[in-house]
């Protein structure tokens, strides 16, 4: 689909008799895995062959009827099953290879396949199944170095105590987000962003569009038209930073969105001149203007009067040395879509 077909038109590959559907499942609470397991084997009897529990190591393996059912058509309906944590094709640990003894303990074959975990030992693991040969339990996937994410500050913890920066590297850790908690309000925090435009000419129209648009959740919203940025504060106790930052990366006439880090609502002016008093904070977020020169974040190129300027993408993003040039707003080129969304733009 993602490729711009449609899938009525395409065909999957021919059923192979020696394949097997089967997915390891992990579980929000220890003690509802019998439960859970059971609710599965009932709603979906129909598609499943077998399921199993290992409860020693909190273990759940399902294996679906690869001839009734597509595979990602059974791992959505595990995904979306309350009480699941994480499921993973079984590619890791295989069915046959891991059996629950009279003991309680576990006898498990590992394969050699790299899904990351961290454990409470503070050690890295290839896979779940290494980690538990270990005996380590309390552990938590790693983000998928292939989902690019940005690095926003929304704290938000997942099942087992798994803390991720915000709810993109929980998705790309495999978690389903309905089962993750952000931390508790702080009455002293604040949501706010600097947003930018594509047009100057439209920035009072547009901050009047996304106050109408958006003023369940807005406190304050002040447009600095001498140096056209918009200034936007969010209700902290009502939408989440991610959400709040998706919801003006997606408004059409934007062109960056930035949280308020780096210039503060508090420390920016407007004067009576038509000039801006600014009080820059020296926080590394760099762009690079029009005369070629690179500044630490927007705050000091907007008080050297650089406005049209780019920001550079995050180092922090992994991006392939693919030539696609891509151009976003005002001009900014970037070599491939990564780069471009490791610069803060919605594609």
């Known amino acids: 689909v993602a490729a711009g ?49 290992l409860s020693a190591v909190g273990i759940g393996i399902v294996e679906f009827d690869i001839k009734k059912i597509s595979k990602m058509d059974a791992m959505s309906l595990l995904q979306d099953f309350e009480g699941i ?27 050699d396949v790299y899904a990351p975990v961290k454990c409470e030992n503070e050690c890295t693991y290839s896979n779940l199944c290494f980690a538990l040969t270990a005996q380590q339990l309390n552990c938590c996937p790693i983000p998928d170095d292939d989902t690019a994410c940005i690095t926003l500050s929304d704290p938000i913890t997942c099942a ?10 929980a998705v790309a850790a495999g978690f389903n987000i ?16 600097l947003i930018t435009f594509t047009e100057r000419n439209e920035m009072a129209t547009i901050i009047e569009q996304i106050q109408n648009a ?47 880090s780096i210039v503060s609502i508090d420390n920016i002016s407007e004067q009576d001149d038509g000039t801006v008093d600014v009080m820059c904070i020296d926080v590394y977020a760099p762009v690079k203007c029009e005369n070629e020169c690179t500044y630490s974040n927007l705050c000091f190129a907007l008080t050297a009067q650089q406005l049209n300027c780019c920001p550079i993408p995050d180092d922090d993003t992994a991006c392939i040395t693919l030539s696609d ?17 490791a610069a803060g733009f919605n594609i």
């Open 160 to 169: 087992d105590g798994c803390v991720y920066e915000n709810e993109c590297f």
């Open 325 to 341: 040039p891509i151009t976003c707003a005002d001009g900014c080129v970037y070599e491939n879509e990564c780069f471009a969304v």
């Open 214 to 260: 958006y003023s369940e959740f807005i406190l304050e919203i002040e447009l600095l038209s001498a140096v056209g940025i918009g200034i936007v504060e969010f209700d902290i106790k009502k939408i989440s930073k991610m959400d709040a930052m998706s919801l003006l990366q997606d408004f059409e006439g934007i062109k960056t969105v930035e949280e308020d």
């Open 5 to 53: 077909f449609n899938i009525t038109n395409c065909l999957r590959e021919p059923y192979d008799g020696d394949k097997k559907l089967v997915f390891l499942i992990t579980f929000t609470e220890r003690n509802e895995m019998a439960t859970i397991i059971e609710q599965i084997q009932n709603a979906y009897s129909e598609f499943i062959l077998e399921i199993e529990l």
């Open 85 to 111: 944590k994480t499921v993973e094709e079984d590619s890791i640990v295989s069915i046959d290879n891991i059996s629950e003894q009279d003991d309680g303990t576990v006898d498990v074959m590992c394969i």
């Open 178 to 193: 309905t089962n993750c908690l952000r931390e508790p309000y702080d009455g002293d925090k604040k949501l706010v962003f």
